[in-house]
């Protein structure tokens, strides 16, 4: 298939819908670190307890299932090419921050149903731990990313990820 100038419909629908549910758990894991608490401490979480965790759990479920459709929409409409004004090396940039968001996306998820629903601490450490931190920090130079392609490099990158 030939290079696109944007990203299609539902590529787009589902790079905004995952970003909402990725910051959801980011910024919300209260429930799910309260089940992990009682867990830890050797007490027995209600069943309110147990819903509160449960919608982190889902949420991350989610956007495992979301991330292997998005991958396939990948293969299937390819990405738009890089500006083709601007030095190599921005480009790698972008390709490295996406490898690595897509890597995460698998990551997070994976070493989150390996701590809750099979008990394993290291994927709990690692999920808490390390992959959260990467996950924000490539998140942060992503969005950095995105408004200098806008605002300072004036390309189309923003417009053809949001209104196309
Ligand atoms: C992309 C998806 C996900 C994101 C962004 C995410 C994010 C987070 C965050 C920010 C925390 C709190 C870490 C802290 O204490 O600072 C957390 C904890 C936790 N999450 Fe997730 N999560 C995701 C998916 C999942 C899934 C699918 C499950 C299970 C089915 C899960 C299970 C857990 C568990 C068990 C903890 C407690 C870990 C501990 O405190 O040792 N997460 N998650
Ligand atoms: C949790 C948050 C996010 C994740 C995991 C994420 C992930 C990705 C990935 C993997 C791509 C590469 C395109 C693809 O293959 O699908 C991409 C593209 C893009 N993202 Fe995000 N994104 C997030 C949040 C954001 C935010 C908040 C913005 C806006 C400020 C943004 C703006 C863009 C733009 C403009 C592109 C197109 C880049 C290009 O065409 O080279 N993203 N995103």
């Given at each position: 298939m030939p290079a696109r100038s944007t990203y299609s419909v539902p590529q787009r629908v589902l790079h905004w819908l995952m970003a909402v549910l990725i910051f959801f758990n980011l910024l919300f894991p209260d429930g799910m670190n309260a089940w992990r608490r009682l867990v830890r401490h050797g007490q027995t979480p209600t069943p309110a307890d147990i819903s509160s965790a449960n919608i982190h759990a889902y949420a991350g479920i989610a956007i495992l299932l979301l991330a292997i459709v998005r991958l396939g929409l990948r293969l299937v409409y390819d990405v738009p090419p890089r500006?083709?004004?601007?030095?190599a090396f921005l480009h790698h940039i972008a390709s490295a921050t996406h490898f690595l968001l897509y890597a995460l996306i698998f990551a997070m998820p994976l070493s989150g149903v390996a701590a809750y629903y099979l008990g394993i601490d290291p994927a709990a450490f690692v999920h808490a731990g390390p992959i959260k931190i990467l996950l924000w920090a490539v998140i942060v130079l992503h969005i950095f990313g995105a408004f200098a392609q806008h605002?300072?490099?004036?390309?189309?990158v923003l417009r053809r990820m949001t209104i196309g």
């Open positions: 500006p083709d004004d601007q030095p605002f300072f490099f004036k390309s189309d």
